[in-house]
C-alpha cells in the first residue's frame, strides 16, 4: 500500500509540474521561435535579453546546427526566424518557398581557428602540421552538411591536406561539440570559429586562419514562411540589425559584413 | 546492398555481438548471485544493475564519456597505456555492453530462479561440488532463459543510439552503427537509404525476438 502511494505521488508530481509549465506559457506574451546557428548561441542569448528589456514579446531559442535546423523547417517546425551559419542552407529553403525571401539579410561574418586543449595541447606551427602524426584526432562539425564542417573542410581542402586528414577527422553534430571535444582533452584539435574559441576556458586557439585564407563566412538571417507571428519576429529581425545588438556581436568576436 | 551499407552492418553486428560475449559471464554471476543468494546489499546491487534500462541513454553515455575520457579515472589510465576508448569501435562495444547488461541479468535471473533448487540439492547429495552443480545442473536446465536473454541483449545493443552517440561520437565508416547511421542520413535528408538501412533494423530485431520468444516457448512446452 504505501508502495503504490508513492508510486501515486511520483506520478502526481509530474503531472502538477507538466500543468505548471503549460500554465506559465499561457500568461506569457508572444513568443518568437529563433532557431539559430549554435555558434550564434552566446552572442544571442546576451542580444535577447536586452531585447526582452524593451520588448514584452519572449524569444525562444532553438540552437542546433543550421543543417539540423533547415532540416527540421523542412519537415514544418513551428519557426518564426531562421539565423543561418551559411547561405547554402538559407538557399535551400528559399527555393522550397518556406522562408519570406525579402527579409533575407546577411549582416554577420565570422572566421576559423584551430583550436588545441589548454593543458596539455600539442604546438602547432602552422595548419600544415596537422597532418602530423602527433594530430591523432581532428574534431570538425559534420563536415558535409554542417556549415562549419562546410567551411573548414573548404579551407583544409584549399590548403591541400584534406586527404591527409580525413581519416583523423571525428565528425560532430554541430560546432560546438567540436569545441567540446578538445576542451574535455578527448581529441587533439579542431577547427571552430574564432567566436566559439572564446567562449571555452579549457581550449587554446593554437592557430588563426586569416580571413583571406578562409572561405567567405556568411550569416544570413530570414522569416521563416509559416512565421504564426511575423510582425513579432519582423520586430526582433530589425532588432538584430541595430546598433545595440551590433555591439553585442561584434563584442562577442564578430564580424560586421 | 552497397558497399557502404554491408560496412555498417557488420560494424553493427560485430560490436553488438562482442558486447555481448563480454558481458555474458559477469552477467551470469550477478544473475546467480541475485537469484540464489540473501546478501547485505542486494537490493541496492538489483537496482544499480537496473538502471541503465530506465535511465536516459544519454545520461549514462555521458557518465561512461567522463570516465573513459582521456582525461577520466579510467580513461586516463588507459590513455597511458595507448589504449583510447571514446570516439573508437571499443566505446560503441562500451555502450551496447552497459546498456544491454540489465536485459541479459534478469533473463537470466528468472531462468536461475525457475531451476528447480531440490535437483541441485539432489546433485549434492550425490557428491558434486558446487562449481559441477552449476555446470552441470544449474547451467543447463536454465540455459534457454539464459540464450533468450543474450538474443535480447543483442537487439538493444544494435539499437543502441543515446550513449554511443555521446561517448563513440557518429564517425561514419569507424562507430557510425546503424541507428547512427539512420540519424546520419535523415540529418542529410537522404531519407530513402534511411528507410533502407530501417529495414534491415527491422529485420534484425525482429529475427533476434522471435528465436528469444521460441527459445522460452519450448522452455515452458
Known sequence: ??????????????????????????????????????????????????????????????????????????????????????????????????????????????????????????????????????????????????????????????????????????????????????????????????????????????????RAAGPVISYPFALAASSEHPAEARRFLAYLRSNAAREVFVRHGFLLR | MSATELQILGLTLRTAALATLLIVLPGLGIAWLLARHRWPGKSLVETLVALPLVMPPVATGLLLLELFGRRGPLGRWLHAAGVDVVFTWRAVVLAMGVMSFPLLVRAARVAFEEVNPRLEGLARTLGAGNVRVFVTITLPLAARGIVSGMLLAFARAVGEFGATILVAGNIPGRTSTLSLAIYNLVQLGHDGEAFRLLLFAVAIAFAAVFIAEAFLRRRAA
Open chain 1, 1 to 210: 500500500m504505501r508502495r503504490t502511494l508513492a508510486a501515486l505521488a511520483l506520478l502526481a508530481f509530474g503531472l502538477a509540474a507538466g500543468a505548471a509549465e503549460v500554465r506559465a506559457v499561457e500568461v506569457r506574451a508572444v513568443e518568437v521561435n529563433v532557431y539559430a546557428a549554435a555558434s550564434l548561441t552566446d552572442a544571442l542569448q546576451e542580444v535577447a535579453r536586452g531585447y526582452e528589456r524593451t520588448s514584452r514579446d519572449r524569444i525562444v531559442f532553438q540552437f542546433a546546427a543550421s543543417s539540423t535546423l533547415a532540416r527540421q523547417i523542412e519537415q514544418g517546425a513551428p519557426a518564426d526566424l531562421f539565423l543561418s551559419a551559411d547561405e547554402l542552407k538559407m538557399d535551400v529553403l528559399a527555393a522550397k518557398g518556406l522562408i519570406d525571401r525579402a527579409s533575407r539579410v546577411s549582416v554577420l561574418s565570422n572566421t576559423l581557428v584551430i583550436v588545441v586543449p589548454a593543458t596539455g595541447g600539442q604546438r602547432l606551427n602552422g595548419p600544415r602540421d596537422l597532418t602530423q602524426r602527433r594530430f591523432a584526432s581532428i574534431a570538425i562539425a559534420e563536415p558535409s552538411s554542417v556549415p562549419a564542417g562546410i567551411y573548414a573542410r573548404t579551407y583544409l581542402t584549399r590548403l591541400g591536406i584534406w586527404k591527409a586528414i580525413a581519416r583523423k577527422v571525428i565528425p560532430t553534430d554541430n560546432v560546438r561539440a567540436a569545441l567540446a571535444a578538445v576542451a574535455s582533452g578527448n581529441v587533439d584539435a579542431a577547427v571552430v570559429y574564432r567566436t566559439d574559441a572564446r567562449t571555452a576556458t579549457r581550449v587554446r586557439i593554437a592557430y588563426e586562419v586569416p
